[in-house]
């Protein structure tokens, strides 16, 4: 998430990077071209490719469920921005439209996970999983480079940076220690894939909330940015957000 990358990079700047900082840089790409670059460079046999073909397309229709209340989250926030301010009576019920639709969702993603460890041998469930990891680390030092280019962009000033640092401190503190927990979980369940007795189900970040999570620190920094921010550095926010989420790839 564009707003969630740039707070998370003013806060670095001022020296206020946080767990939630660190946890959250740490995501990797959208799931469904992850998991196809990732899937794409195992050694597989015809009958995996047809298998794990046909799962990459059931995980693609999963994660279309949600589409229609992300769009609406994702509306309302850009609305926000340019309002300058967060209306809970108007963010909650999107919001929560959106966690109910991740939530939903859940059980059918454990099921595909269970699939997908079924179809691979043990070597390729370990090259898949080093492969995640080494490309979380690459995006996660790309996104940084896009971070400073974003605030260079927004010319957002010293003041400013200081102002959003000291809020995102006071009103994230509270959810450091789930941040920290949620990286924890998912660096245990990549290793668990590894294992034969794997089960999706029985990971402790499947028993995570993990959308109320993160679309709760979202809301959270779009309400510390918004009052922040100018009228013309919110307009060119919602602009990058806009040609992010069309497409238009990284901002330059």
Not at 229 to 243: D, F, M, N, P, W
């Amino acid at each position: 998430m564009i707003l969630l990358s740039l707070a998370m990079a003013l806060a670095a700047c001022n020296g206020a990077a946080s767990s939630a900082a660190d946890a959250t840089s740490d995501q990797p790409p959208p799931p469904e071209q992850s998991a196809r670059d990732a899937l794409e460079a195992l050694s597989t046999t015809p009958e995996q490719d047809d298998q794990l073909l046909a799962l990459v397309g059931k995980f693609a229709i999963v994660l279309s469920k949600s589409g229609k209340a992300r769009r609406a989250f994702t509306d309302e926030l850009l609305k926000s921005l340019m309002r300058g301010r967060v209306e809970a009576a108007v963010v909650d019920p999107v919001r929560t439209n959106f966690e109910d639709a991740i939530r939903d969702a859940t059980p059918e993603v454990l099921t595909l996970l269970n699939k997908l460890h079924e179809i691979l041998t043990p070597e390729q469930r370990a090259k898949l999983v080093d492969s995640f990891a080494a490309r979380a680390e690459n995006a996660k030092a790309k996104r940084k480079a896009h971070n400073r280019q974003m605030i260079d962009a927004l010319d957002i000033g010293l003041l400013q940076k200081i102002s959003i640092a000291k809020a995102m401190r006071d009103k994230l503190g509270d959810l450091r220690p789930a941040f920290a927990k949620m990286k924890m979980d998912a660096q245990a369940a990549g290793k668990a894939f590894k294992e034969d007795t794997f089960d999706a189900t029985e990971l402790a970040i499947a028993k995570t909330d993990l959308g109320k999570l993160y679309l709760e620190s979202i809301v959270i920094l779009v309400g510390v940015l918004a009052p922040e921010l100018e009228h013309e550095q919110r307009v060119k926010l919602a602009g990058i957000i806009k040609h992010r989420l069309t497409g238009g790839g990284r901002h330059h």
